[in-house]
């Protein structure tokens, strides 16, 4: 480097320094431009300093200022610096701030183009056969984050990396294990918007390694999560949310202090609790377990990086949780002997926001959970209602008398959907193999004794049908009785 040029770089570094100390916070998030720098022709003259060193997220930022300034044509020169650095840089905190900013700045990065994506990709490259260089090995997986992000962002085609990651994780323990560690959350997040995609062999890949099993373990059970709510039928939506609690215990077992999966597990308990004989108690007690974990694992994320594919992860687990409150306050008047007699008003609030609680659930991606709630959640409200015939007066007469509840949508919904029912069932020729309110107060006997349900509830009282699946072992009596 010619004395001209140090002196240059010593400019910018000045420059910089000055920048940063009078800076607001906005413009510190946003990085300086090009001008801060001392003009194109400075920041040109540094760009191999600015690249290489430890300040290659500031020209990634003051890049992105110019683009927007100036248009592509004026930015060409910059693009060849910020490719440079992206190919060579070997300071691994450089290369993660470079590609934070990179992914926050989805048209800087759509002009970079194909270029872009080689780099990033060369990066995951020779990440894999790093051995024990910590710094190569945690810059490929960076690289990894950014094209996720880039990836879901719209921004580079998804082909490519789901290839590469599949590639990256056909022998988890070849791979570093500082770049193993952080890849099954990437792969989970890829296979919950590319389903089907062969990332779910990856994480089972991921299983084998005690340093990748626990995260892979979770990425799985989210996975059964979602497929579970695809199901358009009680039956097989409610036995794959059992099959997805099992994995979550099993990992809850292995992992005692795992919060994410607390959650879910508790939340899915919630929901499944909501149609058991003793729902109020039930209910209760994941809801109490929820908000606990819950106060826990905000106090952890807040002292924790969040990567931006991670944060829809954490509105996943508040929506899971707005759900399970409103399940708890629902919960409350489900008992089968509950005969409502006080507060009225409030009773049916409580149910109402739980019938139509439609926009809570929504696992990783924006897939609507109504389907989930009518699934799940509407009918067990509705048998509350059909119980009793009071309970549906009492609810003629909030439409009556209640101007609230006269113009709730929810209210005439279920309404609407009382009515229908009592209609169908009253046209049934095999009302009682056609009750569902029964098969779902019973779910799991229905589930095991399937054609012979309708039998063995006609002749079973329903407080020893109620004893029996709240005891445990209840399977292994049913098969000695039945």
């Known amino acids: ?70 248009g592509s044509e004026a930015c060409k020169p910059l693009y060849d610096a910020v490719l440079d650095g ?63 992000q880039l990836t879901l962002a719209g921004v580079t085609k998804a082909a490519r990396l789901l290839g590469a990651m599949d590639e990256a994780t056909e022998d988890p323990a070849a791979l570093p294990e500082a770049m193993a560690t952080r890849l099954p959350r990437l792969l989970g997040v890829l296979d919950a918007h590319h389903p089907g995609a062969g990332l779910r062999e990856a994480l089972e890949r991921c299983l084998m390694l005690d340093h990748t099993c626990r995260d892979a373990a979770f990425e799985l059970a989210l996975g059964d999560l979602r497929q579970a709510l695809e199901q358009d039928q009680y039956a097989p939506m409610t036995e794959q949310l059992r099959n997805t609690q099992d994995r979550l215990a099993e990992l809850i077992t292995l992992d005692p202090h795992r919060l994410d999966a607390q959650l879910y597990h508790a939340a899915i308990e919630a929901v499944l609790g909501l149609s058991a004989p003793d729902a109020p108690a039930r209910v209760r007690t994941a809801a109490s377990t929820l908000r606990d974990v819950l106060h826990r694992y905000r106090s952890y994320r807040y002292r924790t990086r969040t990567p931006a594919w991670a944060r829809p ?22 008992a089968h002997d509950d005969p409502w007699y006080e507060g009225g008003h409030g009773i049916l609030t409580a149910l109402l926001r739980a019938y139509t609680a439609h926009n809570t659930v929504a696992v990783l991606t924006d897939s609507p959970a109504a389907a989930a709630v009518e699934t799940l959640v509407a009918p067990v409200i509705e048998d509350a209602f059909l119980q ?12 009556a008398h209640d101007e609230e509840i006269r113009d709730d949508p929810a209210a005439q919904q279920l309404h609407a959907a009382l009515l229908h029912r009592t209609a169908t069932s009253a046209g049934s ?39 029996l699946v709240n005891r445990p072992g209840f399977g292994r009596d049913l098969r000695l009785w039945w």
């Open 1 to 70: 480097m010619t004395g001209e040029a140090e002196g240059i770089v010593h400019v910018i570094d000045e420059r910089l320094a000055q920048w940063a100390a009078h800076a607001s916070r906005p413009q510190l998030r946003a990085g300086p431009t090009v001008e801060d720098l001392g003009g194109l022709d400075a920041v040109l003259t540094a760009a191999d300093h600015l690249a290489q060193g430890p300040f290659l997220a500031h020209l990634i930022q003051a890049t992105a200022h110019h683009l927007d300034t100036f």
């Open 86 to 148: 992206l190919r060579t840089n070997n300071n691994h905190a450089a290369f993660a701030s470079a590609t934070d900013a990179l992914a926050s700045r989805p048209a800087l990065a759509r002009e970079l183009g194909t270029p872009l994506t080689r780099a990033l990709l060369a990066r995951l490259q020779q990440a894999q056969d790093a051995s024990d260089d910590l710094a190569a090995a945690l810059i490929g997986v960076e690289a990894a984050d950014c094209l996720v």
């Open 313 to 334: 992860r954490q509105n996943d687990v508040l929506a899971w949780s707005e759900l399970t409150v409103l399940l708890d306050g629902a919960a409350a008047y489900l």
């Open 388 to 399: 009793h015939e009071h309970r549906q007066r009492f609810l003629q007469h909030a439409l």
């Open 429 to 467: 020729h095999d009302q009682q193999a056609g009750d569902q309110g029964k098969a779902r107060r019973w779910q799991q006997l229905a589930h095991q004794l399937k054609d012979d349900f309708a039998a063995f509830v006609d002749q079973t009282p329903e407080h020893v049908l109620d004893r």
